[in-house]
T-cell receptor
Framework: AQKVTQAQTEISVVEKEDVTLDCVYE???????LFWYKQPPSGELVFLIR??????QNEISGRYSWNFQKSTSSFNFTITASQVVDSAVYFC?????????????FGSGTQLTVLP | EAQVTQNPRYLITVTGKKLTVTCSQN?????MSWYRQDPGLGLRQIYY???????DKGDVPEGYKVSRKEKRNFPLILESPSPNQTSLYFC?????????????FGPGTRLTVL
């Protein structure tokens, strides 16, 4: 069985602060893919990033960065200089190796509130 | 514009009254899926479809039906809705070319069953 844990249910920061959202996953597969999605107050799910299990390079996209560490089964997400528009629920998710149902296993989400 | 659309976006109904939530994608994706989102549980897969006429159960299929007669459409059917099916529903689609395919989600359908 696979599992994604987002231990931080809610985080509140003041604008311009950096914030890291934690994601820990469990899987027996050696090939898997990790994702982050953003759900703003309007409710849609917005794809942010995909990372495969063989690529542990960290990735940066503007104010967003992701730290993937297989040794600790973590795929953490950092927002630098947070803005009010970053307020949303963020989901970490996992897909198993090829041949499976391509079912995304989601964490329970982290509600991020950025205060002005 | 490439997108996944769902209708209706909001629905209030009563127990036992059959309903259908439609999902359509214009990206020629082979894979489509339905999820439900409940507080504290994240999203859980209801059903998925690998291609036309190919569907299978996800983690929480009880009380739901689906069909895939055309590549672009994947309706979710609740034959006899119950209050525990009150939830936020998302349809998603992706190319079938490998598990790395990103799933793109529709805008969601908020269903309330009284």
């Amino acid at each position: 069985a696979q599992k994604v844990t987002q231990a931080q249910t809610e985080i509140s920061v003041v604008e311009k602060e950096d914030v890291t959202l934690d994601c820990v996953y469990e899987t027996r597969d050696t090939t898997y893919y990790l994702f982050w999605y953003k759900q703003p107050p309007s409710g849609e799910l917005v794809f942010l990033i995909r990372r495969n299990s063989f690529d542990e390079q960290n990735e940066i996209s503007g104010r967003y960065s992701w730290n993937f560490q297989k040794s600790t089964s973590s795929f953490n997400f950092t927002i630098t200089a947070s803005q009010v528009v970053d307020s949303a629920v963020y989901f970490c998710a996992l897909i198993r190796r090829p041949g499976s149902a391509r079912q995304l296993t989601f964490g329970s989400g982290t509600q991020l509130t950025v205060l002005p | 514009e490439a997108q996944v659309t769902q209708n209706p976006r909001y629905l209030i109904t009563v127990t036992g009254k059959k309903l259908t939530v439609t999902c359509s994608q214009n990206m020629n994706h082979e894979y489509m899926s339905w999820y439900r989102q409940d507080p504290g549980l994240g999203l859980r897969q209801i059903y998925y479809s690998m291609n036309v006429e190919v569907t299978d159960k996800g983690d929480v299929p009880e009380g739901y039906k689906v069909s895939r007669k055309e590549k672009r459409n994947f309706p979710l059917i609740l034959e006899s809705p119950s209050p525990n099916q009150t939830s936020l529903y998302f349809c998603a689609s992706s190319l079938l070319a490998g598990v790395a395919d990103t799933q793109y989600f529709g805008p969601g359908t908020r269903l309330t069953v009284l």
